[in-house]
């Protein structure tokens, strides 16, 4: 089924609406930047499984920045997406791969600023959020009867018996779509509305959930289920797919903006011109390419619309606040329009 990208969608949903620190000092007689020595680059790398699958995948890549660049480069593996934001935004970090949510949360308190756009294997710069079931219970058949793609339904409709798992506060396609799409699209509050609800922390540890039946539905991608499949296949066999979302932009990757710029340019070249089939094609990754932050504004429209939404279904607020709210929420989906 063809999907249009959540940016067009937006543009009818509007309608509808109405560890060494690296930083570069400043001259103090011309204001031009010098820079520093800069003697170490940390890498945060965000979980989107354990470590001890990721170090793996990782190693060759991290080797390869290092003797380009001519830095040290050391990987940081954390176990929260939050680990990342927060490692950049006391320095700790200076380079780092992102999901599109953890980005803009990066943007906004991190100084982080996007360079480059991860370009799928296939060729795609995009990828879709999804629920997922375990393949032999009775949601999957009932969710698959009810027709393609309609597993959204099924789960807001029996949401009081079913135990529910996202992925990470931060995560785009493990959180912040499905939490617009599936449930402030149709009022529903999933802390309300789920026997039992829980933040798994990765995209793999809420497949492993669904396929060893620890929970009955929880969020995930097309890509880690495609990344489970060579992981865990077993598992993977036991996971079914019930609902799948609009196209998601690729993941960014961001330096701190006050990073030295001749390491900045360094980097860049680094990402631009990197295409080793074999060290990419173990991230699922073709190549990167030239990317601002604005790519992501997509994202940043999704967490307005989900706030105007909220706004929209929420009784205890009175109508003259509801009202002010409504108003600069549609003022900022403006703005990130323009």
């Known amino acids: 089924m063809k999907r249009r990208s959540l940016l067009q969608r937006f543009g009818f949903f509007a309608l509808a609406l109405t560890g060494v620190i690296i930083f570069a000092a400043c001259n103090a007689n011309n204001g031009t930047q010098q820079a520093l ?18 170090k793996p995948l990782w190693e060759p890549f991290i080797q390869a920045m290092e003797k380009e660049i001519g830095i040290p480069v050391k990987p940081f593996y954390v176990t929260q997406y939050s680990g ?13 791969w992102y999901g599109g949510k953890a980005y803009v949360e990066a943007a906004r308190k991190s100084n982080a600023e996007a360079f480059t756009q991860t370009v ?13 079931v375990n393949k032999d219970s009775k949601i999957a058949a009932e969710a698959k009867a009810l027709g393609e793609n309609k597993g959204d339904e ?23 779509v499905p939490s617009y799409y599936v449930f402030a699209k149709n009022n529903v509050n999933p802390k309300e509305a789920f026997k039992r609800l829980i933040f798994s922390g990765s995209h793999e540890a809420t497949a492993l959930a669904v396929a060893n039946n620890q929970v009955d539905v929880a969020t995930n991608n097309n890509e880690s289920l495609e990344r489970l499949e060579e992981t865990n296949p077993e598992a993977r066999k036991n996971i079914e797919v ?34 080793d089939e074999k060290v ?55 703005e990130l329009q323009k």
């Open 37 to 54: 020595d800069v003697k170490e680059i940390k890498f945060g790398i965000i979980s989107t499984e354990s470590q001890s699958n990721q």
């Open 84 to 96: 990342v934001i927060e490692a950049m935004a006391t320095g700790d970090v200076q380079l780092a």
């Open 242 to 275: 019930i609902w799948t979302s609009e196209l998601i932009p690729t993941d960014p990757i961001a330096y701190r903006k006050d990073l030295p710029e001749e390491v900045k340019q360094k980097i860049r070249d680094f990402f631009y011109n990197f295409k």
């Open 120 to 132: 799928n294997a296939d060729g795609s710069k995009g990828y879709v959020s999804q629920l997922i």
């Open 280 to 334: 990419l094609a173990p991230l699922a990754w073709k190549e990167f390419i030239p990317a601002n932050d604005a790519v992501w504004n997509t994202i940043r429209e999704l967490e307005t619309a989900k706030k105007i939404a909220e706004v929209e279904s929420n009784k205890d607020l009175k109508e003259e606040d509801k009202k002010q709210q409504l108003e600069e929420l549609n003022q900022q989906l403006k």
């Open 154 to 176: 099924y789960v807001i409709k029996n949401s009081k018996n079913l135990t529910f798992a996202f992925n990470d506060p931060n995560s785009a396609s493990g959180f912040l």
